[in-house]
């Protein structure tokens, strides 16, 4: 008897998290669908977010990797003539998946949307770079795009960090230092030219009608803010970047389909 009760609630911990999932993903697909059809669009998201309905309950952390990019590609290589709107929130991931998908969505022959409720950090940031046209509420953030640099043993720091390290230490700096030093060059390198192309023609010129476009690169990619900076919709428009506040109300309501881990605020709708 005992051996059946545990059985009975083994299989209940497994298929009951996974039967709750299935009916969210069916609501999430009908809300996607009444989106594309009001926004005249194919809509893709790619919400990084844990949330409490999973196996044993346990949440798993979600960042862009290379089978988002993959996912991505595939759908913008679909849907090549028709306008994208791509609703991100991440707290960004790894550099080269979220240059292949700014790439492939700067490339994308017809209009690009990237809409940003709550937060899009890091190679998020990137992925918003790439769009004709970036969308974020007014309360929503995104972040410096500083490449971090580092491994498990060591920890990942920004780019420039390692560089001040090396710098700074001169000969004293460690083998270990000079080598982060070196690949922190190359990563800044890469990740300026990277924004260059991905916003190239979309930053308008300052009053004087000097351009902008290597000042505001200097601002995300340099250092000069850590790289956890919450850059609200009207600093990264103050800083030149093409914001559209008009944000879509039924975006909002899609994100209400996923359920949070944490659930200590509590309010009556």
């Given amino acids: 008897m005992i051996s059946i009760l545990f059985i009975l609630l083994f299989l209940y911990a497994i298929i009951y998290p996974q039967s709750q999932l299935k009916q969210i993903r069916l609501r999430r697909i009908a809300k996607l669908k009444a989106m594309e059809k009001k926004h005249g669009c194919k809509v893709l998201t790619m919400i990084h977010r844990r949330e409490a309905i999973s196996v044993f309950g346990l949440p798993a952390y979600q960042y ?32 080269h998946a979220s240059i292949q998908i700014a790439r492939a969505l700067r490339r994308h022959p017809k209009a690009t949307k990237v809409i940003i409720p709550h937060y899009s950090m890091s190679g998020g940031t990137i992925i918003a770079l790439a769009a004709n046209e970036i969308v974020m509420d007014k ?12 491994d498990f043993m060591r920890g990942m720091f920004p780019a420039p960090s390692w560089i001040y390290a090396a710098e700074t230490k001169k000969e004293k700096a460690d083998d270990t230092t000079l080598v982060m030093s070196d690949i922190s060059r190359k990563a800044l390198n890469l990740t300026r030219n990277v924004a260059k192309e991905l916003l190239e023609g979309k930053i308008q010129p300052d009053p004087d009608g000097e351009g902008r476009l290597d000042e505001v690169i200097e601002k995300l990619v340099s250092g000069e803010m850590i790289h956890s900076t919450p850059l609200s919709a009207a ?29 200590s605020v509590e309010y009556a709708e």
Avoid at 139 to 150: E, L, N, W, Y
Avoid at 237 to 261: R, S, W, Y
Wanted: proline residues 10%; hydrophobic residues 40%; aromatic residues 8%.
């Fill in 64 to 95: 862009i990797d290379e089978e988002d990019a993959e996912q991505i590609l595939r759908w913008i290589r679909q849907y090549r003539d028709y306008p994208l709107e791509l609703i991100l929130h991440t707290p960004g991931g790894q550099l």
């Fill in 235 to 263: 600093e990264a428009k103050a800083i030149g970047l093409p914001i559209n506040t008009d944000f879509p109300q039924d975006v909002h309501e899609f994100m209400k389909l996923f359920k949070p881990v944490k659930k």
């Fill in 139 to 150: 309360d929503a953030v995104i972040g410096p795009i500083d490449p971090q640099i580092g």
